[in-house]
């Protein structure tokens, strides 16, 4: 059974920072390219960052380009996502999936909260 759980949410001023993980098991780690995406309430669901299986190729959304960074560790079946320079623009519910780079996502997990306050 696939599981894919996110982890590091929580609430930060603005100009803070926060580094979420996303754990999967039931899965060969390193065969799944791993995104993470946010979706805030009344809105569309954003690509916001993603990298391959390697790890040698990322792509950011543009809206957190330069602030954002995602990393693996295929040992540790373990992806995150160092955020600085948090806006409040950036307050949502983060997933983190696995999948294919080119947008196939196929696993999902629930989600962690992060809110920014001005």
């Known amino acids: 059974q696939v599981q894919v759980v996110e982890s590091g949410g929580g609430l930060v001023q603005a100009g803070g920072s926060l580094r979420l993980s996303c754990t999967a098991s039931g899965l060969t780690f390193d065969d799944y390219a791993m995104g993470w995406f946010r979706q805030p309430p009344g809105k569309e669901r954003e690509d916001v960052s993603r990298?391959?299986?390697?790890?040698?190729?990322?792509y950011y959304a543009d809206s957190v380009k330069g602030r954002f960074t995602i990393s693996r560790d295929n040992a540790k079946n373990t992806l995150y996502l160092q955020m600085n320079s948090l806006k409040p623009e950036d307050t949502s519910k983060y997933y983190c999936?696995?999948?294919?780079?080119?947008?196939?996502?196929?696993?999902w997990g629930q989600g962690t909260q992060v809110t920014v306050s001005s």
């Open positions: 999936a696995a999948g294919s780079y080119d947008g196939a996502w196929s696993h």
């Open positions: 990298i391959t299986r390697s790890g040698d190729s990322t």
